[in-house]
């Protein structure tokens, strides 16, 4: 089974842009679609975005739509998230998550396997 280790969150201004990224280990990242989800402090777990496993389909939340875009590079086992144009309302602890299952992409959170423990990140107004 496939781990998923999150980096590249931090602190930024509002209007900044960070780029997550999310590392696979312990098999090939290929057949696996890979979902970006968030919680803030007091909220559930919402979808960001998510890519199928050729990379040729993606969707995205419509508070993110425009301003993240979510990409794999499968020969280097690693999905990634840019953020653009962060807001404070963007603050959150941003997970990754892998599904061998999926074939439709969906935005359920219950329908992804695996995740990574999380990166914090902080966008200040």
């Known amino acids: 089974q496939v781990q998923l280790v999150e980096s590249g969150g931090g602190l930024v201004q509002a209007g900044g842009s960070l780029r997550l990224s999310c590392a696979a280990s312990g098999g090939s990242f290929d057949h696996y679609a890979v979902g970006w989800f968030r919680q803030a402090p007091g909220k559930e777990r919402e979808f960001v975005a998510t890519i199928s496993w050729t990379g040729g389909r993606t969707e995205y939340a419509d508070s993110v739509k425009g301003r993240f875009t979510i990409s794999r590079d499968n020969a280097k086992n690693t999905a990634s998230l840019q953020m653009n144009s962060l807001k404070p309302e963007d603050t959150a602890v941003y997970y990754c998550?892998?599904?061998?299952?999926?074939?439709?992409?969906?935005?359920?959170?219950?329908?992804?396997?695996?995740w990574g423990q999380g990166t914090q990140v902080t966008v200040s107004s």
């Open positions: 998550a892998a599904s061998r299952t999926i074939v439709v992409l969906t935005t359920a959170a219950s329908d992804y396997e695996y």
